[in-house]
């Protein structure tokens, strides 16, 4: 069993800034591609970016991509999503996920393919 603690989550004006953090347990961190989710009220559970074993390769959705960055930190067992030029259309919750499948493949960027789920941050963009 992997657990999986986010932190980092607030309020925050549009077109601030907030950092998230995902600490993972276990020793196998370094064995799993790393992402985040989020979920707004009344909406599906979406993906919003995702990291590979080593850190090389990252992806991410049209909606965050030059705006968010997902890096990870194998030594630490930890996973960020730096979130910059926040809009109010990013109010969620977010969730810290880890899998084994590969991620490279838009088509398998869905929560079926997550194996481990963290509890989940909120995030609230002021406008």
């Known amino acids: 069993q992997v657990l999986l603690a986010e932190s980092g989550g607030g309020l925050v004006q549009a077109g601030g800034s907030l950092r998230l953090s995902c600490a993972a347990s276990?020793?196998?961190?370094?064995?799993?591609?790393m992402g985040w989710f989020r979920q707004a009220p009344g909406k599906e559970r979406e993906f919003v970016a995702a990291?590979?074993?080593?850190?090389?390769?990252?992806y991410y959705s049209d909606s965050v991509k030059g705006r968010f960055t997902i890096t990870r930190d194998n030594a630490k067992n930890t996973v960020y999503l730096q979130m910059n030029s926040l809009k109010p259309e990013d109010t969620a919750v977010y969730y810290c996920?880890?899998?084994?499948?590969?991620?490279?493949?838009?088509?398998?960027?869905?929560?079926?393919?997550?194996?481990?789920w963290g509890q989940g941050t909120q995030v609230t963009v002021s406008s």
């Open positions: 996920a880890a899998t084994i499948s590969d991620l490279s493949n838009v088509a398998r960027r869905t929560t079926a393919a997550i194996n481990y």
């Open positions: 990291i590979s074993r080593g850190g090389i390769s990252t």
């Open positions: 276990g020793r196998t961190f370094g064995s799993y591609n």
